[in-house]
């Protein structure tokens, strides 16, 4: 028996914060190149192709949000909630290109022999007008993400902020180079950012990873106890669980229940069903109702990984 745990299609609220991010990537990535190449700065323009990957996964999310219809289909039964995980996944591969572009920028400059920059403090203060619009466009990504439970919006937010400590430590080390002189500064700094970007890269993947590969969304432990409190309940084994709490979980056990005849065994198994739906949010159950004979101690599967 299968009851549908639906979810609110959020797509068309999506796609708006994505527009508006995909704008607000387009004219910083524009004003940082024009910055760059008047004043000849490495580092300036590595940041401009930093936020260039900020627009293209604004715009790789408007295609996979476009395609992650949570509504079932004959095609894809489970709903297509996936497609937003791959696009998290793929802003994580424009990270990570970012940080291995600066690290390559870095070196390049060093052999450049770190010729001074052709840099005032009116590309400082354009920079840190460009620091801003970050900040704004991230608060705003990761506070509509939470409220429309988009995965995709937050691992944008997360590129978003990592454009955001780019630009900190490209305007210190260009800070260094216009007041102190210290040209070593720019490159300098752009080693730890590589870190950062790579520990952003990582938060990422290990959000979205165990999504895709179907890990466990709800202990075993807690579906038992909520489906054994329900009153006609004998015995619950062999469950599993898949999806994103709070979003949409599948869920599938055996059980054994209290009842002779089909009618009472349906009435239980919805009251079951209810019950995991208060708990967990939305759900979708698929449950396999035994004879009696059938109950088993092990409530869930064993393996290799234990």
Request: with cysteine.
């Amino acid at each position: 028996m299968a009851a549908d745990g639906a979810r609110t299609d959020t797509r068309a609220a999506v796609q708006r914060v994505l527009l508006v991010a995909l704008a607000v990537n387009v004219a910083v990535s524009l004003l940082k190149l024009v910055i760059g190449l008047l004043t000849g700065s490495l580092a300036v323009l590595a940041d401009a192709m930093h936020s260039a990957t900020d627009g293209l996964s604004s715009l790789l999310g408007l295609i996979t949000n476009n395609l992650s219809d949570p509504t079932p289909d004959r095609d894809h039964p489970y709903g297509h909630d996936k497609y937003e995980a791959l696009g998290a996944l793929a802003i994580a591969g424009f990270i990570l290109f970012t940080a291995l572009e600066i690290l390559r920028t870095a070196i390049e400059r060093i052999a450049s022999g770190l010729r001074p920059l052709r840099l005032d403090g009116h590309d400082l203060v354009l920079l840190l007008i460009v620091l801003g619009c970050n900040l704004l466009l991230a608060g705003y990504e990761r506070s509509e993400g939470k409220r429309l439970g988009s995965q995709l919006l937050l691992a944008d937010a997360k590129h978003t902020t990592s454009d955001i400590w780019t630009t900190v430590v490209v305007l210190v080390g260009l800070a260094g180079a216009v007041w102190l002189g210290q040209n070593w500064l720019d490159v300098a700094l752009a080693i730890p950012l590589c870190l950062l970007l790579a520990r952003v890269c990582w938060q990422v993947l290990r959000s979205n990873m165990p999504w895709l590969v179907d890990q466990i969304a709800i202990a075993p432990e807690a579906i038992h106890e909520v489906a054994t409190g329900v009153p006609g309940v004998l015995n619950v084994h062999d469950i599993a669980s898949r999806g994103v709490l709070g979003q949409r979980v599948f869920i599938e056990l055996h059980m054994v229940v209290d009842a002779d005849d089909l009618p009472t065994a349906h009435r239980i198994t919805e009251l079951v069903e209810d019950h995991l739906e208060q708990r967990f949010g939305p759900v979708r159950c698929t449950i396999h109702l035994e004879p009696r004979e059938y109950a088993i101690a092990d409530i869930t599967f064993r393996g290799a990984h234990g």
